[in-house]
């Protein structure tokens, strides 16, 4: 989608829900005029996906497997919270996204998005297009915000939104040292915030937050010196490696697929 037009405020405030309002269940605040969003405001994002259609792959004579057809992913919710102002992360965008595709794969386990959610006669979650959303996103690119999460280059990719790099934070470069694999959120929510995330389900609402405060934790470490961030870096992977990037006390997960899903 490329919008050439400048796009007008009024796309954040138009309301494009599909679901009846007796029934939809709303988990955004709308900004006010106050908040209007202007140059160099932080915005948490975070965006989840459903796949329309499987893998098909073929078995090579050498045994190993070869992808005929990737699984194409799209856009089932999409999450912006407030980066500043006294109700800092708190969103004020969480749109569901409706399809007319069949969904073969909610991907619940990371996508947080159950069956219905996409359903515009059961759902109870703000569900809408993703023309209006994307057009909210854009806005928000127009207004030289930036953006912080974690993993954002493959979400900006699906969603098939240019954003410029001086306007992108990404948790997932801020604390990764050169050749040297990515942290997924979970851990490094676990180690420099001492919390736990993500324990049964993703939620975008959650992952932005965290992305937030992790960039809050990083400024913390750099206004001691670009030295005080690496050590703090290199630290986090020395201990990674010494407990094979599993967290104690909570159920563990393959450490690989929490990368392959950042």
């Known amino acids: 989608m490329i919008m050439k037009d400048p796009i007008s405020e009024d796309v954040l405030y138009d309301d494009n829900c599909l679901v009846s309002p ?69 969103p004020f965008i969480d749109d569901y996204i409706s399809t007319q595709e ?43 915000v930036t953006f912080i999460g974690h993993g954002l280059k493959k979400d900006f990719r699906v969603i098939n939104l240019y954003v410029p790099k001086n306007q992108v934070v990404d948790t997932v470069e801020l604390f990764h040292l050169p050749r040297q694999r990515m942290i997924s959120l979970k851990f490094l929510a676990w180690y420099f915030l001492k919390i736990n995330i993500q324990s049964a389900t993703h939620d975008s609402v959650e992952d ?23 050590a703090k870096i290199k630290e986090m992977y020395e201990y990674g490696r010494k407990i094979q990037w599993k967290i104690p006390d909570v159920e563990e997960e393959d450490a690989d697929n929490q990368v392959a899903m950042l």
């Open 102 to 144: 069949q969904v073969v794969d909610y991907l619940t386990q990371y996508s947080g998005i159950k069956p219905g959610d996409l359903d515009p006669s059961v759902s109870s979650r703000y569900l809408t297009t993703l023309k209006s959303t994307y057009l909210k996103l854009r806005y928000l690119v127009q207004s030289g």
């Open 208 to 230: 932005a937050r965290t992305a937030i405060q992790l960039h809050k934790k990083y400024k913390e470490f750099a206004a001691e010196g670009s030295d005080n961030v690496r």
């Open 22 to 90: 007796e029934r939809r269940k709303i988990t955004f605040t709308t900004l006010i005029d106050e908040e209007r969003p202007k140059e160099k405001d932080v915005v948490g994002l975070d965006a989840e996906f459903v796949s329309l259609n499987q893998e098909e792959s073929e078995l090579r004579s050498d045994g190993t497997r070869s992808t005929i057809k990737p699984s194409h992913l799209t856009a089932a919710r999409i999450t912006c919270l407030r980066g500043q102002g006294d109700q800092v992360g708190e």
